[in-house]
């Protein structure tokens, strides 16, 4: 039964846990630390290296980063220090951590614990993961097929550009806004991606997604819209699929 640690890096918090990759479930105690304040790519990673000898277990880290992720080099900085622009993450984490590490996307890892364990497992067609924290990270799968790098936060809707600094989880906070306000704002965000998309199921998660009885009540659309059902642990799970398979 193989384990391995799987680390969710989001613009305001970084956390991590030791995952049974058998069904998926947390088998240590998370480990969450604030991201470092500036978020630089040295700063990142020393807090990473805490975060894995905290959790304490041996062997390859997968990891799930906040912004474009390509062969291991960061293409966008959305919700991260400018200074990660070009930057090799993979080759930065491995020396600072001394492991192995894979990672991709945060929004895609949790895209991938909810195909794998969660409330996209075995929906054919077109699915959406769309989580709302600091931004809004979203992952696309076709058939159960992963698009990676989908950043629908960046797209402009209602003459926000990008959308994420209107309708993301922070816009709540710094525009001081009502739970009701905010649900209104994330259902104009979803249908506008029902249109685009022609999805049959979106799934929400995120750190928003844990209030979803305050606003999900809201959510008004021609396609079932659900919560995800790993919540704000889906890219902790999904980050450590990256690194190991079932065994047997």
């Known amino acids: 039964m193989a384990k391995r640690v799987g680390i969710d890096i989001g613009g305001t918090g970084m956390k991590g846990a030791l995952v049974d990759l058998e069904d998926g479930s947390l088998v240590s105690e998370r480990v969450r630390h604030k991201t470092p304040e500036p978020s630089t790519p040295q700063a990142v990673a020393d807090t990473l290296a805490r975060i894995i000898d905290e959790i304490g277990h041996e062997g390859p880290v997968g990891v799930g980063f906040p912004a474009v992720v390509i062969d291991g080099i960061v293409r966008t900085a959305n919700n991260i220090d400018d200074s990660w622009i070009g930057a090799d993450g993979k080759a930065l984490f491995e020396e600072v951590t001394g492991r ?53 936060g960046d ?49 929400v998660g995120g750190g928003m997604a844990k209030r979803w009885d305050r606003w999900s009540h809201v959510i008004d659309g021609a396609v079932p819209v659900v919560p995800a059902e790993w919540g704000n642990n889906a890219g902790i799970v999904g980050a450590a699929t990256l690194v190991g398979k079932p065994e047997g």
């Open 155 to 203: 797209l402009e809707l209602e003459g926000h550009r990008p959308a994420e600094s209107h309708f993301s989880g922070a816009a709540k906070d710094d525009d001081d806004v009502t739970w009701e306000e905010w649900g209104e704002r994330a259902d104009r965000f979803l249908r506008h991606l029902m249109v685009v998309f022609s999805p049959r199921l979106i799934v």
């Open 100 to 152: 192995e590490i894979e990672m991709m996307n945060d929004a895609d890892a949790a895209t991938i614990c909810e195909a794998r364990y969660g409330a996209a497992r075995g929906v054919a067609g077109v699915v959406l993961v769309v989580t709302f924290g600091t931004g809004i990270g979203s992952g696309l799968l076709l058939d159960g097929v992963l698009a990676p790098n989908l950043q629908l």
